[in-house]
């Protein structure tokens, strides 16, 4: 089943930056990244399984020579780019959002009841160990890297790191290239802030969290699904109409071309929850709504090539 996954590509996005990609993004194909600095690797994100995170090491090894990894920083909690947090080492500094810390505990190695067929590894979860609430800037070698928290967008405790100097940005997954957005864990109001917040940088070139690298006309696609998720909401939930219903009777349009369109009935769930006025970000029943994603594919798990 894996047989149509190119292997990860390292793409160096500007001087001394480079982007881990592992296409095409679908569900478990994560990005990272890493800044080679004079000294010290600073690496953004980890990989799902144990083995996907050591191909990042060595990646990183091959890249960075003798420079070790000092600081790691994690986008969001989960498990795609969490997991391999352990396989950095215990010398490490990683930083997230302090809600990221906190779901990384409370999440655990969940993921894995949902995909057993995976070749998860020895996943020690390791969450971030130096957290902040609205912004940070930390220091790849001179170059100043801006942490900036952007949910609830796709989780509850998205960060975005940006590069001035570089206009360069690593967006997490606020931002797919090529995949359906995703807003089970957060919100698709936030996300359409979000959107805005990350168009106001003025970026010259984004790494997603998932699929190839981009530039901010990916933007105008992602406020176009969020929107469309939002009008085909509101006219479902005033006939009340269940998601899963809903969602068999709407036609994507041109967003049936983005990988992973089963998201849909998990994102108008999400947006049901906001036009009953609960607040953004609120936990939601995961369970039944994977459930429901299950029931549109025909009864097929989403496909995790990780
Ligand atoms: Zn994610």
Redesign the pocket.
Same mark, same amino acid.
């Not at 799902?48 to 020579?65: E, K």
């Given at each position: 089943m894996s047989n149509d996954i190119p292997a990860p590509q390292l793409q160096e996005v500007s001087d001394g930056i480079f982007a881990y990609l592992q296409l095409h993004g679908q569900w478990g194909l994560?990005n990272a990244g890493f800044f080679v600095g004079a000294d010290s690797v600073t690496l953004i994100d980890t990989c799902f399984t144990v083995s996907r995170s050591q191909a990042l090491a060595a990646a990183v090894r091959d890249t960075a020579g003798d420079r070790p990894v000092r600081t790691l920083v994690n986008t #969001?909690?989960?498990g795609?780019?969490t997991h391999g947090n352990s396989v950095f080492g215990p010398g490490v500094t990683i930083v997230g959002h302090e809600l990221c810390r906190e779901e990384v505990i409370a999440t655990g190695v969940g993921t894995k009841a949902i995909w057993p067929y995976v070749d998860w590894g020895d996943i020690v979860v390791t969450p971030p160990n130096v957290t902040f609430a609205d912004r940070l800037a930390i220091y790849a070698g001179d170059l100043r890297v801006e942490l900036i928290f952007a949910g609830p967008a796709?989780?509850t405790n998205d960060i975005i790191a940006w590069v001035p100097e570089r206009r360069l940005l690593f967006a997490?997954?606020t931002v797919f290239s090529g995949g359906t957005p995703?807003a089970l864990?957060g919100s698709v109001a936030g996300s359409l802030d979000t959107i805005a917040t990350v168009r106001a940088l003025g970026a010259e070139t984004i790494v997603p969290? #998932?699929g190839p690298v981009c530039d901010s006309a990916v933007l105008d696609g992602i406020e176009a699904y969020f929107r469309f998720v939002q009008d085909t909401a509101r006219a479902g939930f005033e006939a009340n109409t269940p998601p899963l219903d809903l969602a068999r009777a709407t036609d994507l349009g041109r967003f049936a071309a983005l990988h992973d369109s089963e998201r849909l009935v998990a994102n108008l769930h999400r947006a049901y929850s906001e036009l009953r006025g609960e607040a953004k970000g609120i936990a939601l029943p995961i369970m039944p709504i994977w459930a429901d994603m299950i029931a549109f594919n025909g009864g097929e798990m989403p496909r995790c090539l990780a």
């Amino acid at each position: 089943m894996s047989n149509d996954i190119p292997a990860p590509q390292l793409q160096e996005v500007s001087d001394g930056i480079f982007a881990y990609l592992q296409l095409h993004g679908q569900w478990g194909l994560n990005n990272a990244g890493f800044f080679v600095g004079a000294d010290s690797v600073t690496l953004i994100d980890t990989c799902f399984t144990v083995s996907r995170s050591q191909a990042l090491a060595a990646a990183v090894r091959d890249t960075a020579g003798d420079r070790p990894v000092r600081t790691l920083v994690n986008t #969001h909690h989960h498990g795609d780019h969490t997991h391999g947090n352990s396989v950095f080492g215990p010398g490490v500094t990683i930083v997230g959002h302090e809600l990221c810390r906190e779901e990384v505990i409370a999440t655990g190695v969940g993921t894995k009841a949902i995909w057993p067929y995976v070749d998860w590894g020895d996943i020690v979860v390791t969450p971030p160990n130096v957290t902040f609430a609205d912004r940070l800037a930390i220091y790849a070698g001179d170059l100043r890297v801006e942490l900036i928290f952007a949910g609830p967008a796709h989780t509850t405790n998205d960060i975005i790191a940006w590069v001035p100097e570089r206009r360069l940005l690593f967006a997490g997954d606020t931002v797919f290239s090529g995949g359906t957005p995703f807003a089970l864990f957060g919100s698709v109001a936030g996300s359409l802030d979000t959107i805005a917040t990350v168009r106001a940088l003025g970026a010259e070139t984004i790494v997603p969290g #998932h699929g190839p690298v981009c530039d901010s006309a990916v933007l105008d696609g992602i406020e176009a699904y969020f929107r469309f998720v939002q009008d085909t909401a509101r006219a479902g939930f005033e006939a009340n109409t269940p998601p899963l219903d809903l969602a068999r009777a709407t036609d994507l349009g041109r967003f049936a071309a983005l990988h992973d369109s089963e998201r849909l009935v998990a994102n108008l769930h999400r947006a049901y929850s906001e036009l009953r006025g609960e607040a953004k970000g609120i936990a939601l029943p995961i369970m039944p709504i994977w459930a429901d994603m299950i029931a549109f594919n025909g009864g097929e798990m989403p496909r995790c090539l990780a």
